[in-house]
Nanobody, 123 residues
């Protein structure tokens, strides 16, 4: 079973920075898509940034402030968040489309989610 574990969330002042990490573990053959989503209180979950098919995409609200990256050797994804604003507050979740082995003798592809990490930006 593939597991995604986020870390790095916390409470910061507006203008501060945080670096989120998402570590993928398990019988992984490839990570086809990996990205970050967030959900603010009372709002729907939204895409923050994603790396898919070699292309990086950012939400307009975070362009120029956030940077997504992957270390394929470590199966770890990062989200560097700079110039944080109160509206960045929310639960940030790691998402990955992963091809691997989950109790089978043949590879399968599934979409996985981490448990989420809270980011709170105070004004």
């Amino acid at each position: 079973q593939v597991q995604l574990v986020e870390s790095g969330g916390g409470l910061v002042q507006a203008g501060g920075s945080l670096r989120l990490s998402c570590a993928a573990s398990g019988s992984i053959l490839s990570i086809n898509r990996m990205g970050w989503y967030r959900q603010a209180p009372g709002k729907q979950r939204e895409l923050v940034a994603v790396i898919s098919y070699g292309t990086t995409t950012y939400a307009d609200s975070v362009k120029g402030r956030f940077t997504i990256s992957r270390d394929k050797f470590k199966n770890t994804m990062y989200l560097q968040m700079n110039s944080l604003k109160p509206e960045d507050t929310g639960v940030y979740s790691c998402n990955a489309d992963v091809t691997g082995y989950s109790g089978t003798h043949y590879p399968t592809t599934h979409d996985y989610w981490g448990q989420g990490t809270q980011v709170t930006v105070s004004s």
